[in-house]
């Protein structure tokens, strides 16, 4: 058992950590995301976390004396970079009201050292030290793990990662009491090196493994907009087989067995459904997701169209409808037509209008305009 907390537990944690940093660094580089910047600032931080469990194996010791102050500020500091930068990686921006929440995070944080500097009676006891930095570390990498819910696949290997950041956020709450519980620490150190672990696996799933870019010279630009037809066979007629171009994003809720061998390699297929969910095939990229994950198939398709897909083609709007109603399916249209737009590129929407009331039939008219010939041959 020595062997396992003294050298094992340190090594996991050890390159577990390094393995997030190297990961969230790649993913700055590649998307050139201002919150993924602050993240790689986090991970860095808690790679060289302060802790002797894992400085002592490598022969680093710590002044006494100044080691409390110290892993406090880094508790603060890695919290603000967590929630700032998972603010950034959800909304793509952060707002006065976010300046206002980090000037009182910082007041809020001197006044909190400042206390456990002095010799004031009651920050002499560890775990009122550690209870409120602690809890802001904690409830931010929870939150950052939140965040990566909405863009990674159900039932999937990058699922890891936001479920290995929630528990590793949930166990560092405890971490004021449990720490200093002798029978409890190792068991904490483990599960912490194992809930890290679960993080890094998912990451390197989700950093160097995401949806396939389209090949720029295999997609012909689209015609920008946003379009409504009545049936498939309308589709067939004006467009063609849109399954089998290549850059399309597909929403369906048709058998996709029997049509995976219309849909082009490089087409992405999220197949609607309740049956089942992740993976169904790698090649054509095809995944099951359930009808009433909408937040989590937004930022799916907003991701494909960063990689260069250019048509979203979606024909199970009524299934939608049914699972979440009018209002959010609307919703859930509407944000994928800006992405699209904003990609320059055209949205698809294959709808029957009879099973629709007149409010509805002029909301979806409004926002998706019929397809013209004239349009297609400019």
């Keep these: 058992m020595s062997t396992l907390y003294d050298f094992i537990i340190p090594l996991i944690n050890f390159i577990s950590r390094w393995t997030l940093l190297v990961a969230s660094v790649y993913q700055a580089k590649k998307t050139r995301e201002k919150g993924w910047v602050l993240l790689s600032a986090a991970f860095l931080i808690d790679a060289l976390d302060m802790e002797s469990y894992i400085m002592n194996p490598l022969g680093i010791k710590f002044n006494e004396e100044a080691y409390s102050v110290a892993s406090v ?24 009201k976010d300046a206002l929440y980090a000037a009182l995070f910082s007041i809020v944080s001197y006044v909190w ?12 006891n560890p775990t009122v ?7 802001l570390f904690g409830l931010s990498v929870m939150y950052f793990g939140y965040v990566l819910l909405d863009s990674t696949m159900p039932k999937s290997i990058e699922r890891l990662f936001p479920y290995g950041l929630i528990l590793l956020g949930a166990l560092n709450l405890t971490y004021p009491v449990a720490r200093f519980v002798d029978w409890f620490a190792p068991i904490g150190f483990l599960l912490g090196a194992l809930f890290r672990f679960m993080a890094a696996v998912g990451a390197v799933k989700y950093v160097f493994y995401p949806v396939r870019a389209v090949s720029v010279c295999t997609v012909s630009e689209p015609t920008k907009g946003a379009f409504r037809f009545g049936s498939k066979q309308e589709v067939a007629q004006a467009l063609e087989d849109v399954w089998s171009k290549p850059g399309t994003v597909i929403i369906t809720r048709e058998n996709i067995m029997e049509a995976m061998n219309k849909i082009h390699p490089e087409s992405l297929v999220f197949w609607v459904t309740r049956a089942k969910e992740g993976v169904i095939s790698e090649t054509p990229q095809i995944y099951a997701v359930s009808p009433t994950n909408m937040d989590i198939l937004t930022d799916l398709v907003a991701n494909a169209l960063r990689k260069g897909y250019r048509t979203v083609y979606i024909d199970s709007v009524e299934y939608l409808i049914i699972e979440n109603g009018f209002e959010r399916t609307m919703k859930f249209l509407l944000h994928v037509k800006d992405i699209t737009l904003n990609a320059n590129g055209s949205i698809i929407l294959v709808i029957s209008e009879e099973t629709l009331d007149e409010k509805q039939k002029g909301m979806i008219e409004r926002e998706f305009e019929p397809f013209r010939r004239d349009r297609a041959s400019r």
């Design 73 to 96: 500020v880094s508790y603060f500091i890695l919290a603000m970079l967590f929630m700032w930068g998972a603010r950034h990686v959800k909304y793509g921006k952060t707002d006065f």
């Design 113 to 124: 050292v400042f206390l456990v500097a002095t010799d004031v009676g009651i920050f002499n």
């Design 129 to 135: 030290v550690y209870s409120l930095p602690a809890l």
